[in-house]
């Protein structure tokens, strides 16, 4: 079965980044390697302002579906984070339909979930993913804060990354199985270890089984290839391994 729904989060370019590229840059190279599903991520702005009018301008000239990074949280200090309205208005500014956040300190939360409902009903698919800290991106944590929004009838989904189970000391295969059903979106990375420590990796380059593991999530989720590469050879070798599958 080939996945349609292949999605190439920018974060595959970290390297020209650091060397001064742009993100519209980096979209023309992601189009020319055969993605039209293409994640951006707001760190990697140099001036938002400027760029976003490029990236919407290519958004549609190529017809693409963009997906929008945004390393915040959904909750700060017990309270729902107030940057979450401008981070959907850049979001809509450059024709973005999806947006990831950190859920936070939800454990602290002072409020009721369903203070989150007015930011859903934008236009905008709004998930959570487990990131690497202990407060946001534990199988607890996450299964915590998606039974809340449910139960509530609020519409957020989960973005499950797989390699970053490693980073808390805590099983790729077990987290699939449990949260499974909160999943709209996916991550894939392989991971490493030096020195005992996890490092990211290209698929089929690390130690953890990520077919058997995608066998465990939605069939119809987008899949992302996301981890630092130096080379278009890894990212073609990624999008061939998911394209099996």
Not at 207 to 223: F, G, Q, S, V
């Amino acid at each position: 079965m080939k996945n349609k729904q292949l999605v190439l989060n920018l974060l595959v370019f970290a390297e020209k980044v650091q060397k001064g590229a742009v993100q519209s840059e980096l979209i023309e190279e992601a189009v020319a390697l055969g993605f039209r599903k293409i994640e951006v991520r707001r760190e990697y702005f140099k001036d938002l302002a400027s760029e976003r009018a490029d990236i919407k301008k290519l958004a549609e000239e190529y017809e693409l579906e963009l997906f929008y990074s945004v390393p915040d949280e959904v909750f700060v200090d017990g309270n729902v984070n107030p940057k979450l309205g401008d981070y959907l208005s850049e979001a809509k500014q450059m024709n973005i339909k999806h947006i990831k956040w950190n859920i936070g300190d939800f454990a602290h939360f002072k409020g009721d979930v369903t203070e989150l409902k007015s930011l859903t009903e934008q236009g905008i698919a709004i998930n959570i993913e487990n990131d690497q800290t202990q407060t946001s991106g534990t199988i607890s944590a996450i299964d915590t804060f998606m039974r809340a929004v449910k139960e509530a009838g609020v519409n957020i989904g989960y973005v499950y990354d797989l390699g970053n189970w490693r980073f808390v000391g805590e099983n790729e295969k077990e987290a699939a199985e449990q949260l499974g059903k909160y999943v709209r979106y996916i991550h894939v990375k392989d991971v490493t270890y030096q020195d005992n420590k996890p490092q990211a990796a290209g698929l089929d380059h690390g130690e953890i089984d990520w077919r058997d593991i995608l066998t465990l999530l939605p069939k119809d989720a987008p899949i992302a290839i996301e981890y630092p590469t130096t080379e278009k050879q890894e990212i073609l070798e990624a999008k061939a391994l998911l394209e099996e599958e």
